[in-house]
């Protein structure tokens, strides 16, 4: 069995006006989608990151690819390793602090290498008959949990034109819409776990935002509020101070400040007040190269990983091994997805024995409109997603709406994520983004 | 496809009067044969430690292994975890300084989960029609490298009574006896790399040995001694700076002096003198928990793992890369085994990408008459073992031989390795293992 053929798809996808500390979400995010076909006849679907520079880095290794016994996986990883300039160098920085995810080019072929891994291994799911969480050593869990993925956002919805459609959960930009917007995600979806994006308001108000969260949810319901690097290390240890009690029982502050030494400082100071709330990152830590550093610094005590980024289901495993082994919580980071996506994050969270948080998904700011996984969105029910025992990633592609997506994306004027242009166009002519801001 | 059969078989190998600092190799070394069977008709085989101990911990899991899908191993090893009395407590000591592989209740259900994960991958290897280390993620190499691994020792060979037979190296007891040993066995095998087994002679004489050996063999062939702890700190580095010049070139010192800071001293005298000659354990470092411990105090520079009680293939990939991550090497140790041991090993290294060295294996002193592989010992070539296409493992049983390897253990009077007592019987009534003997 070889590698025939290898199909990439550009797609946009409507997204809400999103803010974070990189800025404000554009009207459509941008993903592809990787087809590979065999001699077999076998069909081997993946998602990843959308735009010029994740394209070209996909169409520069087709001659790896094509020809390929998808099984031989490794090979192809060291072929991308011999071929890493920005690896050879060893000096780049490799953290997410100035670059949103995707956009790093230290991480140009751990993404490349996920995406052909996943289409890969959904070949080698469908060629034995097994879910892609039991081709990689079996499952740790069935019905994986995800968190709901609260953002303060301006009204509307994404989109543009005739294609504008509002959302269900209008303007948040103050503690009380945010609190109806977590109603309103947990009763669609049944989450049991809360993660607030902050960095975008006065940290007081997103102090007061996590403050009435917990009183209207209480502790069954743990909370994380992630800044994106927007605070000082000062700021960061008086939001931990004042939220100490909001952010135990399972909670815990993710990127405050930027950085490994950043970090360390926070959760020195912290601790010296007797405050061991955890600091997770996908910021800081974001290779494998990270990790020791970070568990030396103690900078990082839960690592948000990514199979998109950090190389795919089997090195999300090796993840696990390490944060195991180095006494690391794990949980998983999104970016908007559909639902391919949604289900390489569900197998991957299945095969690691080691997970200990629900994970992270942008998936509930997306829509039926934009799915282009057959017979519709992918269920999230009580909060999980169910693998179930369909071959491979055990969702398929509906072409009609991979070519809406395409369409859409060609009649972009955009072809890279830029949410500090964003915010400059709708909200402020001189906004940048700036760290820390508090 | 569930396992309906789960057999064992317990087999005795002859095996020659080598010498360790453990003592001397009794006439038969003990191995256990794992044979799964599934409803789908399909056969898995594996090998591991023999006696009492391991099969009472195979047998042990018994009720987990019937009846389980073999795609499911994440959730035998959560099992197996949730089970360990040794692990829960957390204190116990994981290293082989004192006690031989195989024997140590540390790594019961590494051990345990390792002989049953192959076995299912072989199975899946089956199903799927392809050889295990492509079942894994792919080949990094299809001829994964071994070395001569020599041993000084008594005449005779291995076996007793109408079974017991000479071998062709005879007694090896000093220097020139184990050029001619070494010559012998690059000659029947081609191995490109050597390893002496010290720990034996006094330490001048185990140097004379290796200068002669580099004399003989030149830069070349890259030359690693391993003494198994019988030298306290002072005697090592005695030795690593009298053989600097003969361990570099690819070489190592192994195991010199006992636990991780004893190694790590060893390490720091000899880098005080300008001397990097890199330290390899298999002794000090056996799980991961040691692996950030090691790699802290610099003890260990090249790790040699074993997938027999790392865990197995998967988990061999995991230390290979967390090797990698750490900046150490990695080769493989090995136990007296037969050719599914063999196969093991070179999968397992085949489906590492990081491998840094030839991989020890003892396959030379077993002999075509105990071999239980179909067809006969599987053949090294010069020094490398061809992983082909068959399925699984790529080796079957031949059940007449396995019979016999059955008939010599019920004879044999022991069910554990105990290499002191042969020291007794044989060399010194009153000999003991003493650490640092010199």
């Given at each position: ?113 996920a ?21 990689v ?168 990983s990514d199979p998109?980024?950090w190389g795919g289901i089997r090195n999300q495993q090796h993840l696990s ?9 794990l949980?998983m ?14 197998h991957a969270s299945?095969a690691c ?86």
């Open positions: 069995m070889k590698i025939s053929e290898f199909r990439l798809h550009s797609l946009a996808v409507a997204d809400g006006p999103l803010r974070s500390s990189y800025g404000r979400h554009a009207p459509y995010a941008l993903r592809t989608i990787v087809e590979l076909k065999t001699t077999d006849g076998l069909t081997g679907i993946s998602e990843t990151y959308g735009g010029d520079g994740p394209l070209a880095a996909l169409e520069a290794v087709r001659p790896l690819v094509v020809g390929r016994d998808p099984f031989q996986l490794t090979s192809l990883w060291m072929s991308l390793g011999q071929r890493t300039e920005f690896e050879r160098q060893g000096t780049g920085d490799r953290s997410q602090t100035h670059l949103v995810p995707g956009e790093n080019p230290m991480d140009v072929h751990t993404r490349t290498l995406a052909i891994e996943v289409a890969c291994l959904d070949i080698i799911g469908k060629a034995v008959g097994k879910p892609i969480c039991d081709v050593g079996g499952r740790a869990r069935s019905s994986p949990p995800f968190s709901a993925y609260l953002f303060y956002k301006h009204g509307g919805g994404g989109g543009l034109g005739a294609d504008a459609r509002e959302d269900e959960y209008g303007e948040c930009l103050d503690p009380q819409s945010m609190v109806r917007q977590c109603k309103q995600m947990i009763a669609n979806y049944g989450f049991k776990e809360i993660k607030l994006k902050g960095g975008v308001l006065d940290p007081d108000a997103e102090i007061e935002t996590i403050k009435q969260l917990r009183a209207e949810f209480g502790p069954a319901y743990p909370l994380r509020i992630d800044p994106n690097c927007a605070w000082s290390v000062e700021t960061s240890v008086k939001v931990g101070r004042e939220l100490r009690e909001e952010l135990s029982d399972g909670g815990y502050l993710e990127d405050p400040a930027a950085g490994l030494d950043g970090m360390a400082e926070v959760r020195r100071r912290l601790l010296a007040e007797g405050n061991d709330t955890p600091l997770a990152s996908n910021v800081a830590t974001t290779a494998f190269e990270h990790l020791p550093v970070a568990r030396r610094l103690d900078s990082v005590q839960i690592v948000l998109h980024y091994k390490f944060c195991e082994v180095l006494g690391m919580g949980s980071h999104s970016n908007n997805h559909l639902g391919v996506s949604m289900m390489i994050m569900a299945a024995p080691h997970l200990t948080y629900a994970c992270d998904t942008h998936y509930p700011w997306q829509t039926e409109v934009d799915e282009v996984v057959l017979g519709g969105r992918v269920p999230i029910v009580n909060g999980c997603v169910e693998i179930g025992d369909k071959p491979g990633l055990g969702v398929e592609l509906d072409y009609d709406q991979v070519a809406r997506g395409c369409e859409r994306y060609a009649k972009l004027p955009y072809r890279k994520r830029d949410d500090e242009a964003e915010m400059r166009q709708h909200v402020d002519p001189n906004w940048k983004r700036i760290l820390p801001r508090w």
